[in-house]
């Protein structure tokens, strides 16, 4: 594998490969690379001829300087295990790379980038994401383009971002990788400590929570997300939110009805801000729970 640090060099590498009809697929990440990642280095390689995985930790999608500080980074490790899971190139830029002095442009997504995680984190994180992830869609021209479902907002405003803009890439996306206990595999794990790694399970447990009560029968969005809290309270953890939304739109959901529906929330445990959120299998309003008769 190759670890390459300007837009010229990725070009330089990638035109041949483009000009043969070879298919590239690009795995964006910020690095401290971990299962999810991998997983989706290795779907890149299964649909792919030729894998490309960025590695630049976004300063513009960062609302907190000090997350940013704190932000875990080896690049000598993120390479090995990158070439070890398939990639072809490491694209690893420098700040001024990506951002050189004068850039002036940002692109956003209206609408389905203001709720939740917008709303938390504030309207600059997204289009700090879309711009970023624009910029790597132009660079690397890639066929496909890979992420996670652990970011289901960030999917969708890239969905939008690359319909909106006639960007011709395929979005993939793989499913979230978890712990044996259920902790959605997360950089920022690595910073919690003793016993905020076991409390970090309230997440998941709110999500089996909301899973268990719609499985039996419940279509109210307050009375699901009522079971989620209760959970995620026993394990002693308030949420920053945790809401029933729509996968595509991320508008409200009040009552599951017809459409699979996404529960999405976001917790701080100790210092450490975690997202998760699971999907709800679409029910009619009207028919009986799963596994009755
Ligand atoms: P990040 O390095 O956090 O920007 O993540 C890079 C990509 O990996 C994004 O598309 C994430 O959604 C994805 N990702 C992060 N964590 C997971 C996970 N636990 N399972 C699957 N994909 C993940």
Wanted: include cysteine; hydrophobic fraction near 45%.
């Amino acid at each position: 594998m190759r670890t390459l640090r300007t837009i010229s060099d990725l070009r330089g590498e990638l035109g041949p490969a483009r000009r043969a009809g070879r298919r590239i697929g690009l795995v964006p990440t910020m690095g401290a690379l971990h299962e999810g990642h991998l997983s989706l280095i290795r779907r890149a390689r299964e649909g792919c001829d030729v894998v490309v995985v960025s590695l630049f930790v976004n300063p513009a999608q960062f609302d907190e300087a000090c997350d940013l500080r704190a932000y875990p980074r080896d690049e000598a490790r993120d390479a090995r295990l990158a070439g070890a899971a398939g990639a072809d190139v490491l694209f690893a830029p420098a700040a001024d790379e990506v951002y050189p002095a004068g850039f002036a442009t940002t692109v956003s997504v209206a609408g389905i980038s203001d709720p939740l995680e917008g709303r938390s984190r504030g309207a600059a994180h997204f289009a700090g994401v879309a711009t970023v992830v624009a910029k790597l869609l132009n660079i690397a021209q890639p066929d496909v383009a890979y992420f996670g479902q652990k970011d289901a907002q960030q999917v969708a405003v890239i969905r939008k971002l690359v319909r909106d803009l006639d960007i011709p890439v395929a979005i993939e996306v793989g499913p979230t990788v978890r712990e044996p206990d259920g902790l959605a595999l997360s950089s920022r794990n690595v910073r919690l400590q003793n016993g905020e790694r076991e409390r970090a399970t309230a997440l998941a447990r709110a999500l089996q929570a909301a899973r268990d009560i719609a499985a039996a029968g419940e279509r109210d969005a307050a009375a699901i997300t009522a079971a989620a809290r209760s959970a995620m309270a026993a394990g002693g953890v308030q949420p920053e939110y945790l809401e029933l939304v729509s996968p595509d739109t991320f508008t409200p959901v009040d009552v599951i009805d017809g459409e699979p529906v996404l529960v999405a929330l976001a917790a701080r445990v100790g210092d450490v801000r975690l997202i998760d959120n699971a999907l709800l299998p679409a029910v009619a309003r009207s028919e009986p729970p799963t596994g009755s008769h």
